[in-house]
């Protein structure tokens, strides 16, 4: 059975980083597509980035080009999403969701396992 672990939220002082990490088990990470997803209070689950099986196909939503990376070690069965420049807007729970992924390509937000989410707190 898939199974999503997220870790590495916590609270940050705008400006500051923090490493989000996905630890996936039941499948092998080089099948799945993952995709980064953020909820903030009182608002609807929205996508953040997403990074095909094969790395190929990488997606950012406009609001975190540039401060955000999506990365996955399929060898280690692990995704990251770095993210820099925090700010108190990108408070949320942040989730990895995973789908499987034959064509290496699929980058779309739309997937069918989710981990249980971390949260993340950006204030001074």
């Known amino acids: 059975q ?7 939220g916590g ?7 923090l490493r989000l990490s996905c630890e996936v088990s039941g499948e092998s990470l080089d099948v ?8 903030a209070p009182g608002e609807e ?15 950012y ?3 975190v080009k540039g401060r955000f990376t999506v990365s996955r070690d399929n060898a280690e069965n692990m995704a990251y999403l770095q993210m820099n420049n925090l700010q108190p807007e990108d408070t949320a729970v942040y989730y990895c969701a995973a789908t499987l992924d034959f064509s ?14 971390t949260q993340v707190t950006v204030s001074s």
């Not at 689950?45 to 997606?59: E, K, L």
């Open 45 to 59: 689950r929205v996508g953040v980035s997403c990074i095909s099986s094969m790395g190929t196909n990488i997606d």
């Open 11 to 17: 609270l940050v002082q705008p400006g500051g980083s």
């Open 104 to 117: 290496g390509r699929y980058c779309v937000y739309n997937y069918d396992n989710w981990g249980q989410g």
């Open 32 to 39: 799945l597509s993952i995709g980064w997803f953020r909820q």
């Open 61 to 63: 939503v406009d609001s």
């Open 2 to 8: 898939l199974r999503l672990v997220e870790s590495g």
